[in-house]
């Protein structure tokens, strides 16, 4: 497509529901990554995915939290049992390789509130 | 944990003058990036300087990197009230595999 692409663009959901959020990168993009932003802050890296091979995991904040990009394409990011302090836009970005030299096309986010 | 740190937090100025913001890191950089981010939408990319890299322009963009002092700088000239946006510095580091934000300046342009 000719943008990234985040789904759904809002989401409510009650502490303790689970929830996915899904992201369609560019086409043909090889590098995938996952932020969380919460209000009034810079966003913070959660995950990275070169294809379907998930190569960095280290910012996602707990056990709760799981991504996966099985056909090395559309990836879900998944928040088990949400709690409060899951509220924030998640947003999803895409690079045609590294990110080295290239700068990221972002997708337009999903607003997680957590009530 | 947050790698730059931009300055000023918020900018408010006249549609026609230029705004300038600063952006400091702490580790050496293989790139520093500019970013843009209207209310409720998601980034984007501005421009890109590499860390041998001292200046670039874009339009009316231009983008300083000091690397001796970690610090870079966004100058806009000739603002127009659609610059109105938040403005985040993200730095990728040689070993790293991702981009990592500041804080950002919210930029305001009055008509």
């Known amino acids: 497509g000719a943008g990234v692409s985040q789904s759904p663009r809002y989401k409510v959901a009650k502490r303790g529901q689970d929830v996915a959020l899904r992201c369609d990168p560019i086409?043909?993009?090889?590098?995938l990554f996952w932020y969380q932003q919460a209000l009034g802050q810079g966003p913070e890296f959660l995950t990275y995915?070169?294809?379907?091979?998930?190569?960095?995991k280290s910012g996602l904040p707990s056990d709760r939290f799981f991504a996966e990009r099985p056909e090395g394409s559309v990836s879900t990011l998944k928040i088990q049992r949400t709690q409060q302090e899951d509220s924030a836009v998640y947003l999803c970005?895409?690079?045609?390789?590294?990110?080295?030299?290239?700068?990221?096309?972002f997708g337009s986010g999903t607003r997680l509130t957590v009530v | 944990s947050q790698q730059g740190e931009e300055d000023p937090q918020a900018l408010s100025i006249q549609e026609g003058e230029n705004a300038t913001m600063n952006c400091s890191y702490k580790?050496?950089?293989?790139?520093l990036q500019w970013y843009r981010q209207n209310s409720g939408r998601g980034l984007v990319h501005l421009i890109l300087?590499?860390?041998?890299?001292r200046e670039k322009h874009s339009g009316r963009l231009r983008v300083t990197l000091d690397t001796s002092k970690k610090s870079s700088s966004l100058l806009i000239t000739a603002s127009r009230a659609a610059d109105t946006a938040s403005y985040f510095c993200?730095?990728?580091?040689?070993?790293?595999?991702?981009?990592?934000f500041g804080e950002g300046t919210q930029l305001t342009v009055n008509p």
């Open positions: 993200a730095t990728d580091r040689p070993s790293g595999s991702r981009l990592t």
């Open positions: 300087i590499r860390s041998n890299e």
């Open positions: 970005a895409s690079s045609l390789g590294g990110q080295r030299d290239h700068g990221y096309t």
């Open positions: 995915f070169q294809n379907e091979a998930q190569l960095d």
């Open positions: 086409s043909g993009h090889v590098s």
């Open positions: 580790t050496s950089i293989n790139n």
